[in-house]
């Protein structure tokens, strides 16, 4: 049992468990110390200076997001001195920032913003220091404004500790401290995956998704353009938080209403491609696992974060990457292949736009010539879940009070299997789903494989598919992948049996419903409530495995004759290359 | 004594710098040439202390004193005090009186008598680069003593017997750190020695690295036997290099003598030695930014808890202390802590070494008993204020610590005394100013280091200091307000209750201080737009009255052409648009017709 420890918070009498910080205890008994650069997915940096308080009437200060509770303590969150010295800090942090919120990404959005309004700041109390800082626009995904960074080290923190990547660091000392990639290389020549992670934990402006809402309004208003538009599984269930409804509310029907409003002639959804991937990507594993037709672990490829990670940082195992596109980068495909031959559209009129939860994914359609396969860009553009809500509410589309639509058909209907390719585990699980009906031409009596939901950061399983045991792994949260893959390596070094057949990663803590494009604010609680919206959207759903989908079925019928067939490959699948992690 | 004459020469940073390697170049070359090399030994010591009168050299057994001597005053110093045994009277420190003709020895100059020698003990006396030399003073007994007679907690008894507190800066008794380093339990621990001294003005622990490097190791040797650990690092900064050459040598010659590395002394304790060199960040002396730099990451700080006495370097139980509190413990243990103790005040024991700088006469590294007080360091050690100018304030603690005025040089200076003033014991910085220096400027001076020493990391040090530093400029430059005065005072105190590490906590205590004793010089400043001490340029105007005699001088003398106007013979104008403040006109004026206002 844990050992706990008793003390005083404001006077009142709080126990808990040891090791626990000043912080922690006292938001158990509703008590807000006010943070800046405390983030609850992060290891304290303590550098913003703004959660001092005062310990056994000592008159000096300590840092509750890092100080830990003893036995006997007692603690005082607030008094005039304490609000004071908070106060002055936030107006030095404050003389240090532009004062241009009105311009600003992060307007309403911004915790710096939500502190001066909180102390009641009504004047720059302090003479504005200019940095003059160049932006990083190299990459295809994020906008990186060091003029507007207050050192929090959030970014840094979640690219290293988070993510393992590494691709942001301090750079120079004192007051031209500045957050950058080592070297002070461009984000685009450093190790950066693009998963936005340092964009959803900065608590300010100065690190963004690239926003190209204005290419997609004027593609709406071009009279010979036939916009189309596909939808994420994961945007479904924080699109609500944009609108004030609670993270985990499945707003699908409302989504697909209000990009009609917006103008797109036809809706899409990412989860149909989804259902598309189980179907190549099980056969692939099928091909590997029974027919030998290639190494194994198989390894999961539709988090183009991880793909650029793979490619950077585990080159060699590039064997082991299944060459099945993103389900966004299949719709993309069949928009202007199959959708267009079907309504007799030319495929160069059609405006391909994906919603997104994800950074990354703008990086994920210009990444490589199989990215293009329809003959030109299957994607024109891919926006994020806070990019298409800004639109939205650009628009004056009263998103609550929408009607509940259907998507359009064909590239729109998807099982609970499509689904749950939004929440990490979700892709192996859908994939187990049919790759047990493959291997047994039976269908399964409970479809779901728990031992892989949730967010422990790699999670194992067996699986018995009537008596051949089937191995996985899920990893989320990049830094954990190492862990696999190092196992994985040791063990084709020993030459003994691969610990695992099927392996499924994704770039980010939780899965897609966590992405880096996501609505602002995530934590573990707002990652297990998007994830359960998604779990009731897949027990919702009238069929949960992908080869049941009869659309899927009618494509193949249709276009693509059969998995892994010429078409499909062409069409549906891509390759991957060895890429330095620092270009000079 | 197996030579007639020893000669030491002070090889320290500073006599090295004006020529104590050719001094002792010359003076092997002229024994050498009158074959005395057999019964006269030259030796390069470490420091002397008297760094103002150096190169010093030293003559035994009759301990002559030689100050600012030359490399050509070689030949003379051989032929007439070695060989005739006449002293070179005019390069003695202490002229010999008239009637008797005999010089005052070493301990009877004023620099040295109120000193005491605990630290320092070796330095000056010793060739740092021979390890027989500190053996034959005592060197490593207390290693041998710690080895086969004393328990872990006989060390940390004794240790607590002396009262010694850490010398670093924030005066942590020294025993109780060695406790929680030997209570934590863990298979590996380290010992860190911090030799990263970056205060300005400040060079003790140079000092005694260069002058006695073994008494360091000796004690971080006892330190790891002490708490368990079998590795040490000294972190010392890279400008340093005749520290670190000295390091160097002493740990070689040590390991030779199996006073280090496996199986010491044959007692089956291993211990080893590793010299880390930093970059010269000032924020690296912080303990936890220390390590991180010694792992080999970005020196910044982290908030302590946990100490590294519990969580240290890579994660392990560290033992870390500076330079003098190491250097100190072998005396401890050899002597008793009870010995120790009789020096110093209640609160602080022994001995503190400081070094004098600024407006002194004898500016030096000094040994001083804890409990002495201001007036007789700057008076009978220091010899006074030069060139007859009034005393006006002392900063202790360096950047970190704070003025202390003449009111209170008879405070006996102790850790708490000086808290209590509104400074700090620091590492042992000490700079005398006199009535010429501006205390805003002077804590200018400072907030400049600190803004540029700052790590950036946390946000009330990185943007306070800087919002400092731009009031103080405004203030200096005349443009001050009452305004000002009230921010300054609410961010120093937001600074030293939000700042992560004592770099930030401390960095405004200039200015507070300065705020506390000379509030009227900064309010000259901001009302009657003048510095009292004629100082801050922008403040300052120079005119040229009735005294003038039309030499020309001035103007011939003026680095602004035209800026000094008038005919030969007629009084001279200076036009204030075009004067840059430099005081030449002043200084080369020989009829006082130039005044400064």
Same mark, same amino acid.
């Given at each position: 049992?844990?050992?706990?420890?008793?003390?005083?918070?404001?006077?009142?009498?709080?126990?808990?468990?040891?090791?626990?910080?000043?912080?922690?205890?006292?938001?158990?008994?509703?008590?807000?110390?006010?943070?800046?650069?405390?983030?609850?997915?992060?290891?304290?940096?303590?550098?913003?200076?703004?959660?001092?308080?005062?310990?056994?009437?000592?008159?000096?200060?300590?840092?509750?997001?890092?100080?830990?509770?003893?036995?006997?303590?007692?603690?005082?969150?607030?008094?005039?001195?304490?609000?004071?010295?908070?106060?002055?800090?936030?107006?030095?942090?404050?003389?240090?920032?532009?004062?241009?919120?009105?311009?600003?990404?992060?307007?309403?959005?911004?915790?710096?913003?939500?502190?001066?309004?909180?102390?009641?700041?009504?004047?720059?109390?302090?003479?504005?220091?200019?940095?003059?800082?160049?932006?990083?626009?190299?990459?295809?995904?994020?906008?990186?404004?060091?003029?507007?960074?207050?050192?929090?080290?959030?970014?840094?923190?979640?690219?290293?500790?988070?993510?393992?990547?590494?691709?942001?660091?301090?750079?120079?000392?004192?007051?031209?401290?500045?957050?950058?990639?080592?070297?002070?290389?461009?984000?685009?020549?450093?190790?950066?995956?693009?998963?936005?992670?340092?964009?959803?934990?900065?608590?300010?402006?100065?690190?963004?998704?690239? =926003?190209?809402?204005?290419?997609?309004?004027?593609?709406?208003? #071009? $009279? %010979?353009?036939?916009?189309? +538009?596909? @939808?994420? /599984?994961?945007?479904?269930?924080?699109?609500?938080?944009?609108?004030?409804?609670?993270?985990?509310?499945?707003?699908?029907?409302?989504?697909?209403?209000?990009?009609?409003?917006?103008?797109?002639?036809?809706?899409?959804?990412?989860?149909?491609?989804?259902?598309?991937?189980?179907?190549?990507?099980?056969?692939?594993?099928?091909?590997?696992?029974?027919?030998?037709?290639?190494?194994?672990?198989?390894?999961?490829?539709?988090?183009?974060?991880?793909?650029?990670?793979?490619?950077?940082?585990?080159?060699?195992?590039?064997?082991?990457?299944?060459?099945?596109?993103?389900?966004?980068?299949?719709?993309?495909?069949? =928009?202007?292949?199959?959708?267009?031959?079907?309504?007799?559209? #030319? $495929? %160069?009129?059609?405006?391909? +736009?994906? @919603?997104? /939860?994800?950074?990354?994914?703008?990086?994920?359609?210009?990444?490589?010539?199989?990215?293009?396969?329809?003959?030109?860009?299957?994607?024109?553009?891919?926006?994020?879940?806070?990019?298409?809500?800004?639109?939205?509410?650009?628009?004056?589309?009263?998103?609550?009070?929408?009607?509940?639509?259907?998507?359009?058909?064909?590239?729109?209907?998807?099982?609970?299997?499509?689904?749950?390719?939004?929440?990490?585990?979700?892709?192996?699980?859908?994939?187990?789903?049919?790759?047990?009906?493959?291997?047994?031409?039976?269908?399964?009596?409970?479809?779901?494989?728990?031992?892989?939901?949730?967010?422990?950061?790699?999670?194992?399983?067996?699986?018995?598919?009537?008596?051949?045991?089937?191995?996985?792994?899920?990893?989320?949260?990049?830094?954990?992948?190492?862990?696999?893959?190092?196992?994985?390596?040791?063990?084709?070094?020993?030459?003994?049996?691969?610990?695992?057949?099927?392996?499924?990663?994704?770039?980010?803590?939780?899965?897609?419903?966590?992405?880096?494009?996501?609505?602002?604010?995530?934590?573990?609680?707002?990652?297990?409530?998007?994830?359960?919206?998604?779990?009731?959207?897949?027990?919702?759903?009238?069929?949960?495995?992908?080869?049941?989908?009869?659309?899927?079925?009618?494509?193949?019928?249709?276009?693509?004759?059969?998995?892994?067939?010429?078409?499909?490959?062409?069409?549906?699948?891509?390759?991957?290359?060895?890429?330095?992690?620092?270009?000079? | 004594?197996?030579?007639?004459?020893?000669?030491?020469?002070?090889?320290?940073?500073?006599?090295?710098?004006?020529?104590?390697?050719?001094?002792?170049?010359?003076?092997?070359?002229?024994?050498?040439?009158?074959?005395?090399?057999?019964?006269?030994?030259?030796?390069?010591?470490?420091?002397?202390?008297?760094?103002?009168?150096?190169?010093?050299?030293?003559?035994?057994?009759?301990?002559?004193?030689?100050?600012?001597?030359?490399?050509?005053?070689?030949?003379?110093?051989?032929?007439?005090?070695?060989?005739?045994?006449?002293?070179?009277?005019?390069?003695?420190?202490?002229?010999?009186?008239?009637?008797?003709?005999?010089?005052?020895?070493?301990?009877?100059?004023?620099?040295?008598?109120?000193?005491?020698?605990?630290?320092?003990?070796?330095?000056?006396?010793?060739?740092?680069?021979?390890?027989?030399?500190?053996?034959?003073?005592?060197?490593?007994?207390?290693?041998?003593?710690?080895?086969?007679?004393?328990?872990?907690?006989?060390?940390?008894?004794?240790?607590?017997?002396?009262?010694?507190?850490?010398?670093?800066?924030?005066?942590?008794?020294?025993?109780?750190?060695?406790?929680?380093?030997?209570?934590?339990?863990?298979?590996?621990?380290?010992?860190?020695?911090?030799?990263?001294?970056?205060?300005?003005?400040?060079?003790?622990?140079?000092?005694?690295?260069?002058?006695?490097?073994?008494?360091?190791?000796?004690?971080?040797?006892?330190?790891?036997?002490?708490?368990?650990?079998?590795?040490?690092?000294?972190?010392?900064?890279?400008?340093?290099?005749?520290?670190?050459?000295?390091?160097?040598?002493?740990?070689?010659?040590?390991?030779?003598?199996?006073?280090?590395?496996?199986?010491?002394?044959?007692?089956?304790?291993?211990?080893?030695?590793?010299?880390?060199?930093?970059?010269?960040?000032?924020?690296?002396?912080?303990?936890?930014?220390?390590?991180?730099?010694?792992?080999?990451?970005?020196?910044?700080?982290?908030?302590?808890?946990?100490?590294?006495?519990?969580?240290?370097?890579?994660?392990?139980?560290?033992?870390?202390?500076?330079?003098?509190?190491?250097?100190?413990?072998?005396?401890?243990?050899?002597?008793?802590?009870?010995?120790?103790?009789?020096?110093?005040?209640?609160?602080?024991?022994?001995?503190?070494?400081?070094?004098?700088?600024?407006?002194?006469?004898?500016?030096?590294?000094?040994?001083?008993?804890?409990?002495?007080?201001?007036?007789?360091?700057?008076?009978?050690?220091?010899?006074?204020?030069?060139?007859?100018?009034?005393?006006?304030?002392?900063?202790?603690?360096?950047?970190?610590?704070?003025?202390?005025?003449?009111?209170?040089?008879?405070?006996?200076?102790?850790?708490?005394?000086?808290?209590?003033?509104?400074?700090?014991?620091?590492?042992?910085?000490?700079?005398?100013?006199?009535?010429?220096?501006?205390?805003?400027?002077?804590?200018?001076?400072?907030?400049?280091?600190?803004?540029?020493?700052?790590?950036?990391?946390?946000?009330?040090?990185?943007?306070?200091?800087?919002?400092?530093?731009?009031?103080?400029?405004?203030?200096?430059?005349?443009?001050?307000?009452?305004?000002?005065?009230?921010?300054?005072?609410?961010?120093?105190?937001?600074?030293?209750?939000?700042?992560?590490?004592?770099?930030?906590?401390?960095?405004?205590?200039?200015?507070?201080?300065?705020?506390?004793?000379?509030?009227?010089?900064?309010?000259?400043?901001?009302?009657?737009?003048?510095?009292?001490?004629?100082?801050?340029?922008?403040?300052?105007?120079?005119?040229?009255?009735?005294?003038?005699?039309?030499?020309?001088?001035?103007?011939?003398?003026?680095?602004?052409?035209?800026?000094?106007?008038?005919?030969?013979?007629?009084?001279?104008?200076?036009?204030?648009?075009?004067?840059?403040?430099?005081?030449?006109?002043?200084?080369?004026?020989?009829?006082?017709?130039?005044?400064?206002?």
């Amino acid at each position: 049992m844990d050992k706990m420890i008793n003390l005083k918070i404001n006077g009142r009498d709080v126990t808990v468990k040891a090791g626990t910080t000043i912080l922690d205890a006292a938001r158990q008994i509703a008590v807000k110390i006010p943070t800046l650069c405390w983030h609850p997915d992060l290891d304290p940096w303590a550098s913003c200076g703004i959660c001092v308080v005062k310990i056994n009437g000592s008159s000096k200060m300590l840092r509750a997001c890092t100080a830990a509770v003893e036995e006997g303590m007692s603690v005082i969150t607030h008094d005039t001195e304490i609000v004071e010295v908070r106060k002055t800090v936030i107006e030095l942090i404050l003389s240090a920032h532009p004062n241009d919120c009105l311009a600003c990404p992060r307007n309403l959005e911004c915790e710096l913003q939500v502190l001066a309004a909180e102390f009641g700041i009504r004047e720059m109390a302090y003479p504005a220091i200019k940095r003059n800082l160049p932006q990083d626009v190299s990459t295809t995904s994020l906008v990186l404004n060091p003029e507007k960074c207050v050192l929090c080290s959030r970014c840094a923190k979640v690219c290293q500790d988070v993510q393992g990547v590494w691709a942001l660091e301090f750079l120079s000392r004192g007051e031209n401290t500045r957050v950058a990639p080592a070297a002070d290389v461009s984000l685009n020549d450093s190790p950066c995956i693009k998963c936005g992670q340092c964009s959803a934990h900065c608590p300010v402006g100065a690190i963004y998704e690239k =926003s190209e809402e204005h290419v997609v309004w004027n593609a709406l208003r #071009k $009279p %010979d353009a036939y916009p189309v +538009v596909q @939808i994420a /599984p994961a945007v479904r269930v924080a699109i609500g938080e944009a609108f004030g409804l609670p993270a985990g509310t499945v707003e699908t029907g409302k989504l697909y209403a209000a990009l009609r409003q917006l103008g797109f002639k036809a809706v899409f959804d990412t989860n149909f491609g989804a259902d598309l991937t189980i179907m190549e990507e099980g056969s692939e594993f099928i091909d590997r696992f029974v027919n030998k037709n290639g190494p194994l672990p198989l390894i999961t490829s539709c988090c183009p974060a991880w793909v650029d990670y793979l490619e950077k940082f585990y080159c060699d195992m590039i064997p082991y990457f299944s060459t099945a596109k993103s389900p966004q980068a299949m719709v993309g495909a069949l =928009s202007k292949t199959y959708y267009a031959q079907k309504m007799g559209i #030319k $495929p %160069d009129e059609i405006f391909m +736009v994906s @919603i997104m /939860p994800c950074t990354a994914k703008k990086f994920e359609i210009s990444r490589s010539r199989e990215m293009s396969s329809s003959g030109q860009k299957d994607i024109d553009v891919s926006l994020t879940t806070r990019e298409i809500s800004r639109m939205i509410k650009s628009a004056g589309i009263n998103f609550n009070s929408l009607p509940n639509e259907e998507c359009d058909s064909i590239l729109g209907e998807y099982t609970g299997a499509g689904t749950i390719f939004g929440a990490t585990g979700g892709v192996m699980e859908a994939a187990l789903r049919t790759v047990y009906h493959l291997l047994t031409k039976k269908e399964l009596d409970n479809v779901n494989f728990t031992d892989v939901r949730g967010l422990d950061g790699v999670k194992e399983a067996t699986i018995d598919v009537s008596g051949t045991q089937v191995r996985v792994a899920v990893a989320h949260g990049m830094a954990h992948i190492a862990e696999v893959l190092e196992k994985v390596k040791a063990a084709v070094a020993e030459g003994k049996e691969t610990p695992y057949h099927f392996v499924e990663v994704m770039a980010c803590r939780g899965g897609c419903i966590g992405g880096g494009g996501q609505p602002y604010g995530a934590n573990d609680e707002i990652r297990k409530a998007r994830a359960a919206g998604i779990y009731k959207d897949d027990e919702m759903s009238k069929k949960r495995c992908s080869h049941q989908n009869p659309h899927i079925q009618k494509v193949y019928e249709e276009f693509l004759e059969k998995p892994l067939s010429k078409k499909a490959h062409d069409l549906l699948h891509t390759g991957y290359t060895a890429r330095p992690e620092y270009r000079w | 004594m197996k030579y007639k004459n020893y000669i030491l020469i002070c090889a320290g940073t500073a006599c090295e710098s004006s020529k104590a390697d050719e001094i002792y170049r010359n003076l092997m070359k002229e024994l050498d040439a009158h074959k005395l090399l057999n019964e006269t030994q030259v030796l390069k010591t470490g420091c002397f202390g008297f760094c103002e009168k150096g190169p010093i050299v030293k003559v035994l057994p009759d301990e002559s004193f030689y100050v600012h001597v030359k490399p050509e005053d070689a030949k003379e110093l051989v032929e007439e005090h070695i060989i005739k045994g006449r002293r070179v009277n005019r390069l003695l420190y202490n002229k010999p009186c008239e009637e008797t003709n005999v010089a005052k020895k070493l301990d009877s100059i004023g620099f040295y008598q109120k000193q005491v020698r605990v630290v320092l003990r070796n330095c000056g006396f010793i060739d740092p680069e021979v390890i027989d030399e500190y053996i034959a003073r005592d060197g490593y007994a207390a290693l041998e003593k710690v080895l086969f007679e004393m328990s872990a907690d006989d060390i940390i008894n004794e240790l607590k017997t002396s009262g010694l507190r850490g010398r670093g800066g924030a005066g942590f008794p020294t025993w109780r750190k060695g406790m929680f380093t030997k209570d934590a339990q863990n298979e590996e621990k380290f010992v860190v020695c911090n030799a990263d001294e970056g205060d300005p003005g400040a060079y003790m622990d140079r000092s005694i690295l260069e002058g006695d490097p073994h008494s360091v190791l000796e004690a971080m040797t006892i330190a790891g036997k002490t708490i368990g650990a079998n590795r040490g690092y000294i972190y010392i900064r890279a400008e340093y290099p005749l520290a670190i050459h000295r390091l160097e040598v002493a740990i070689k010659q040590a390991k030779e003598f199996g006073l280090l590395g496996e199986n010491i002394l044959n007692s089956g304790f291993n211990f080893d030695i590793e010299i880390r060199l930093g970059a010269g960040a000032f924020v690296c002396g912080e303990e936890t930014a220390l390590l991180a730099s010694l792992e080999g990451r970005r020196g910044m700080p982290v908030p302590r808890p946990p100490f590294p006495a519990v969580k240290g370097l890579w994660g392990k139980p560290t033992l870390i202390n500076n330079v003098e509190s190491y250097a100190n413990i072998p005396a401890i243990l050899t002597k008793g802590g009870n010995w120790f103790a009789q020096f110093g005040t209640e609160s602080s024991k022994g001995t503190k070494v400081f070094a004098l700088t600024g407006k002194i006469t004898n500016s030096g590294l000094i040994e001083v008993p804890m409990g002495i007080t201001l007036r007789e360091i700057i008076y009978e050690i220091g010899g006074g204020i030069p060139n007859g100018k009034k005393f006006k304030a002392v900063q202790t603690g360096g950047p970190s610590g704070g003025m202390i005025t003449a009111d209170y040089l008879d405070t006996p200076i102790d850790f708490d005394n000086l808290i209590k003033l509104g400074s700090m014991m620091g590492s042992g910085g000490m700079i005398v100013m006199d009535e010429d220096d501006c205390v805003v400027d002077v804590s200018k001076f400072y907030l400049e280091f600190t803004v540029d020493e700052s790590c950036g990391k946390c946000s009330p040090c990185r943007i306070g200091g800087r919002q400092l530093m731009n009031y103080l400029e405004k203030i200096t430059n005349g443009e001050g307000t009452d305004e000002d005065i009230r921010k300054m005072r609410l961010i120093g105190h937001a600074m030293q209750m939000a700042s992560l590490c004592a770099l930030g906590q401390t960095a405004p205590n200039p200015i507070i201080s300065t705020l506390a004793y000379f509030e009227d010089e900064y309010m000259a400043h901001i009302h009657d737009r003048k510095c009292p001490a004629g100082k801050c340029q922008k403040l300052i105007r120079y005119f040229i009255n009735e005294k003038c005699i039309g030499c020309t001088l001035c103007a011939k003398k003026c680095p602004v052409d035209g800026c000094i106007k008038g005919e030969k013979k007629q009084v001279h104008v200076i036009n204030q648009e075009a004067c840059i403040k430099c005081g030449e006109c002043e200084r080369v004026c020989k009829f006082k017709a130039v005044v400064k206002i």
